[in-house]
């Protein structure tokens, strides 16, 4: 009799040249998750999980889930610190947008005033029952935004300790290429990047090159890259089906990924979304890539990805599919 297959250990990959690790595959907590209509118990076991997984890097926004995906977070990492202990993590949040739904209808409001900035880390800190965050990200800033005013205030919040490592979370080409070419005092970007956006790979490489630590979000390009599971639909269902409609950005993922979604499909090394982890994973230049979800089956499938097992062949196709449809969402 064959034994099962014991899942792999965690992977952790050095952060940029932060000197710090995180683990290969973060949870990201937002969307549905962090929605007062998904139970906090639920939520939770997803936390655990992850935890007991090796799961070390937790990504959570200050406006995500209208304000409760980050005092939710800091609940449940409360109760967890005494089985794992708060300096083994990798806790990150963002400051800037004021519009509590991570811009479901696409409309949000910012602001990157340094006040406003500093305000809104010290609120992340009382939500997160933290001393430091561990990277403080700047959610969606342009490069227009960037102004010297605000770097010496996050450089004195640095020094006073509010935050370990700066990062940037954007979805924009020009704003990556500026950490790539002129890092400052960034360390880290939480991209969106998965198989539909391979052209986003020579500027991934020029972070990296830059000492940037690359986190990818959005790798199952919010689910679209999935076949549709036959189940019961829950609430959470719902959820994504309203963002992959109402949001204008959600609506060109979900209309450019039909090509791709096939491909992966096709791979039968591992499920499909093991294989859209594995895509991205290989990429030397990325440190994580950050889950969402709302269930425990998905987390652990994906915890099991075996990133050498996307064959040079079986990427090779990924990699056609992209060049044939020249499909990308990219900015
Ligand atoms: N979306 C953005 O624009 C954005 C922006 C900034 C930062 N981020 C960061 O990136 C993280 C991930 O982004 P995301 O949640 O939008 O997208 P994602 O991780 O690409 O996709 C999440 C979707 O995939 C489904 N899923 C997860 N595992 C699955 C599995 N094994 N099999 C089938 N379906 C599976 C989830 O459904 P179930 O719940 O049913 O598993 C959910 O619908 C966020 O939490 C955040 O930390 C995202």
Not at 2 to 19: D, E, H, K, N, Q
Not at 175 to 186: D, I, K, Q, S, T
Not at 229 to 243: I, M, S
Not at 297 to 326: I, W
């Amino acid at each position: 009799m064959t034994s099962p297959v014991a899942p792999p250990p965690m992977t952790y990959r050095a952060l940029g040249s932060s000197g710090l690790q995180v683990s290969q595959i973060g949870l990201g907590c937002s969307g549905f998750w962090g929605n007062r209509r998904f139970p906090e118990a639920e939520a939770e076991r997803i936390v655990r999980r992850a935890l007991e997984r090796g799961v070390t890097l937790f990504d959570t926004g200050h406006n995500y889930a209208a304000f409760n995906a980050e005092p939710r977070l800091g609940r449940i990492l409360q109760r967890a610190f005494a089985t794992h202990p708060r300096d083994g993590l990798m806790i990150s949040s963002k400051a800037g947008t004021l519009t509590g739904q991570a811009g479901i209808s696409g409309a949000e409001q910012r602001d990157f005033s340094p006040a406003a900035i500093e305000r809104s880390c010290a609120a992340s800190l009382r939500n997160l029952h933290c001393d430091h965050l561990d990277i403080f990200q700047l959610h969606g800033i342009g490069l227009e935004q960037i102004s010297d005013e605000l770097l010496t205030a996050l450089e004195r919040m640095r020094r006073s300790g509010m935050f370990r490592l700066l990062g940037i979370n954007t979805h924009t080409g020009a704003v990556m290429r500026h950490l790539a070419e002129r890092r400052g005092p960034f360390d880290v970007a939480l991209i969106d990047y998965n198989a539909l956006q391979q052209d986003r790979e020579p500027v991934i490489a020029a972070m990296h090159a830059a000492g940037i630590g690359v986190l990818a979000g959005t790798v199952l390009a919010q689910g679209h890259l999935l076949p549709a599971r036959p189940r019961v639909p829950r609430l959470a269902d719902a959820w994504y089906l309203a963002r992959a409609w109402l949001k204008p950005s959600s609506r060109a993922l979900m209309r450019s990924a039909k090509a791709m979604q096939r491909t992966i499909a096709r791979v039968g090394s591992q499920a499909p979304a093991q294989t859209a982890f594995a895509y991205v994973l290989q990429n030397p230049a990325v440190a994580s890539g950050v889950l969402g979800t709302t269930r425990v089956a998905s987390l652990d499938q994906v915890l099991d990805t075996r990133v050498d097992m996307l064959a040079p062949q079986e990427r090779e196709r990924l990699v056609a599919t992209f060049q044939q449809t020249g499909a990308s969402p990219s900015q």
